[in-house]
């Protein structure tokens, strides 16, 4: 059973975070994994992980990768925007992040 916690708590590490899990955070999400507070466990690391500040560093690589970006300016303003957007779900899809920014800065 833990070996199948860790691998579910590393998949949502990569899958938001774009790398492993540490040590830290694996005994963090077993712990939450073997609560039985959490109801869906994988929702809330994930919840948790969307809405950490690492995210909005891979938030910034994204946009600096998908529109291949290289003055701070832009890529900064194109970061604010995306993180005062109040729907935290949209955040999150970036194939709908990517059409917003699009549309929103003429890219």
């Not at 070996?3 to 955070?25: G, H, Q």
């Not at 994930?46 to 970006?69: A, G, M, P, R, T």
């Not at 003055?71 to 005062?84: A, G, H, P």
């Not at 709908?96 to 929103?104: A, D, F, N, T, Y």
Request: proline share 1%; aromatic share 12%.
């Amino acid at each position: 059973e833990t070996n199948s916690f860790v691998n579910n708590i590393n998949e949502l590490y990569k899958e938001v975070l774009d790398r492993k899990a540490d040590d830290t955070e694996i005994v963090e999400g077993l712990n939450i994994y073997r609560s039985n507070v959490k109801l869906n466990p994988s929702y809330y690391i994930k919840n948790d992980l969307y809405e950490s500040i690492e995210y909005n560093d891979v938030l910034k690589s994204w946009i600096v990768n998908k529109f291949q970006l290289s003055k701070n300016s832009v890529i900064y303003s194109i970061l604010r925007f995306v993180l005062e957007i109040k729907d935290s779900s949209v955040k999150r899809n970036k194939v709908l992040l990517e059409e917003l920014i699009c549309k929103e800065f003429n890219l």
